[in-house]
Nanobody, 118 residues
C-alpha cells in the first residue's frame, strides 16, 4: 500500500525557514508539494520528476527548493524567507504521471501544518 508521511512543519516568524520531509514507501515518477490554507483551494507549490525536472508556483520561486533523495525515497521542501501568506497545511503527493501542480495526484500524505507569524 502506497504511503506518504510528511514531517517538519511548525511555527516560524516571517522571514524564517523550515524544511519539510516526505518519506515514501515506494518510488514514483513525480512527487509534489501542495498546500491548502483555511477556506482556500489547493495550491500546487513545487514538483519534481524522475529526471529531476522541477516546477514551482510563481508565489514561491526563489524562496522554496524541492529536492529528493532517491535512495531513501524521500522528498524535501526547503522553505526560506517565509511569509505570512505561506501559512497552510502542506501535503506531499505523488503519482506515475506529472500533474503540473494540479491537485490530481493519486497518492497523498496526511499533511503537515506550517504557520508563519508576523
Amino acid at each position: 500500500q502506497a504511503m506518504l508521511v510528511e514531517s517538519g512543519g511548525g511555527s516560524v516568524q516571517s522571514g524564517g525557514s523550515l524544511r519539510l520531509s516526505c518519506a515514501a514507501s515506494q518510488s514514483y515518477y513525480c512527487m509534489a508539494w501542495l498546500r491548502q490554507a483555511p477556506g482556500k483551494e489547493f495550491e500546487g507549490v513545487a514538483s519534481i520528476d524522475k529526471n529531476r525536472n522541477t516546477r514551482y508556483a510563481d508565489s514561491v520561486k526563489g524562496r522554496f527548493t524541492i529536492s529528493q533523495d532517491n535512495a531513501k525515497n524521500t522528498l524535501y521542501l526547503q522553505m526560506n524567507s517565509l511569509k505570512v501568506e505561506d501559512t497552510a497545511m502542506y501535503y506531499c503527493a505523488a503519482d506515475r504521471v506529472d500533474w503540473w501542480l494540479l491537485p490530481k495526484y493519486n497518492y497523498w500524505g496526511q499533511g503537515t501544518q506550517v504557520t508563519v507569524s508576523s
